[in-house]
């Protein structure tokens, strides 16, 4: 009895050490991905975080593979970052739940029959969509939403892709409400883009940090005529304009509809295991989500507050 009791013991540390080998590995080959370095005192501390963030996302992962989950989690560059770190940088405290009240520049779109829709639609089907971009340390989730879908709106109109700049938003709409790195939303940064042209990304680079604006007229490339805020909560009318996840439909039912803190662009629609879902293009770089992408579900109350403050410029 002692010795089984001994070599069960011994088997327990051996797979103990084993595992503590893999996730040290783990942590090697991630640090080298993302690019991260740590000072001595701190690496225990980023170490243990990632460790917390690795079981989580093992422990979902294997509830989805049972059926109870509709998406998957993955690493990414976060997982080095508690909570109060992620809400800090990524989700703004200055971002305002409600449209502002900019009544000459609204309207509301018509009522169309569901049959007018196709059943899937994807923008970067037609080359209307620029590449993943990454906001960084920086919470200007709402600039790249905004020069997003100015982006989208240029291709389609002139027939030529440009990436216009995030940055100038940052530096330069601080008096028509915007808060730089600490948020802003897009109906305001549009109401800023009736007013002054948007200079291009190369003559206006994206620094990721708030500074003084140094916007030169002569090097504006376009205006908007005037932007569109869709009704609140409507996803047939979205339909028709059009943190860890990493691949199927997210869906959470702690994802408030109408606390919002994160601004994204929608780029299409469809249907997946018979699952209603929006495409969405995020600011978190290429190597989160689905290449920069996620799946959120479509027709499920408003997941996540999707159509509570949609909006989009005309040219």
């Known amino acids: ?33 993302y690019n991260k370095t740590y000072s001595i005192n701190d690496e225990m501390k980023r170490k243990l975080i990632f460790m917390k963030h690795l079981t989580k996302i093992h422990q979902h992962n294997l509830l989805y593979d049972l059926g109870l989950q509709t998406y998957t989690m993955g690493l990414n560059q976060f997982c080095d970052m508690d909570w109060n770190e992620l809400k800090t940088i990524l989700f703004p405290n200055k971002f305002i739940n409600h449209h502002p009240l900019w009544n000459d520049q609204t309207e509301e779109l018509p009522l169309f029959s569901q049959k007018s829709l196709p ?19 920086c919470g200007s989730c709402w600039a790249f939403s905004t020069t997003g879908s ?13 990436n216009l700049s995030e940055q100038q938003l940052i530096d330069c709409t ?19 883009l009736k007013k002054y042209p948007i200079e291009s990304e190369k003559n206006y680079p994206y620094q990721g940090v708030e500074s003084s604006c140094h916007f030169h007229l002569s090097k504006g490339i376009i205006k908007i005529k005037k932007f569109i805020d869709l009704p609140t909560k409507n996803e047939k009318i979205l339909q028709k304009a059009n943190v860890y996840i990493k691949s199927g439909i997210f869906e959470s039912k702690y994802c408030s509809s109408s606390l919002l803190n994160h601004a994204v ?19 978190w770089g290429d190597k989160w989500g689905m290449n920069g992408y996620i799946k959120l579900r479509r027709n499920k109350h408003n997941m996540c507050g999707i159509a509570t403050n949609a909006s989009f410029p005309i040219l």
């Open 1 to 33: 009895m002692k010795v089984f009791l001994l070599l069960n013991i011994i088997t327990i540390v051996t797979i103990a050490q084993h595992l503590n080998s893999q996730y040290d590995e783990i942590w090697k080959q991630w640090k080298l991905k």
């Open 265 to 283: 662009l929608v780029v299409g629609y469809g249907t997946e295991h018979n699952k209603d879902y929006w495409l969405i293009k995020n600011s």
């Open 150 to 162: 100015i982006e989208g709106q240029f291709i389609k109109k002139y027939k030529k892709s440009i």
């Open 119 to 137: 059943l899937t639609w994807d923008w970067r089907d037609y080359g209307l969509v620029t590449s993943v971009k990454d906001q960084g340390m």
């Open 174 to 192: 601080y008096s028509f409400g915007n808060h730089g790195c600490h948020g802003g939303t897009m109906d305001q940064s549009f109401n800023y």
